[in-house]
Nanobody, 124 residues
Framework: QVQLVESGGGLVQAGGSLRLSCAASGRTFSAYTMGWFRQAPGKEREFVAAISRDEINTYYPDSVKGRFTISRDNAKNTVYLQMNNLKPEDTAVYCC?????????????????WGQGTQVTISS
């Protein structure tokens, strides 16, 4: 069992930056690939980033590649999402998730544990 709590969301202007954090409870955090997803009103959930258990591999969709960076600190049971050059279309609720089964890294169905999310709003 893993409990995830996100923080760091807020309101920023286009072109600005935010750093999201996701703190995990439990002693097995390092055993999970971790991901970030977002969902805007009226839209489907979208994969944003993922990082392997050993921090070596990271994954991004084209929509955020070069602007977002995922990282993790296994000693602190925390995963981060650094978001730069934010755009109004990045506005969404951002959730972190812990992946428990194999499959497409961007498929939400492969993630079992989810946080409640943090709101990110980008003004133009």
């Amino acid at each position: 069992q893993v409990q995830l709590v996100e923080s760091g969301g807020g309101l920023v202007q286009a072109g600005g930056s935010l750093r999201l954090s996701c703190a995990a409870s439990g002693r097995t955090f390092s055993a999970y690939t971790m991901g970030w997803f977002r969902q805007a009103p009226g839209k489907e959930r979208e994969f944003v980033a993922a990082i392997s258990r050993d921090e070596i591999n990271t994954y991004y969709p084209d929509s955020v590649k070069g602007r977002f960076t995922i990282s993790r600190d296994n000693a602190k049971n925390t995963v981060y999402l650094q978001m730069n050059n934010l755009k109004p279309e990045d506005t969404a609720v951002y959730c972190c998730a812990a992946r428990t089964v194999s499959g497409s890294i961007g498929a939400g169905s492969t993630y079992k544990y989810w946080g409640q999310g943090t709101q990110v709003t980008i003004s133009s």
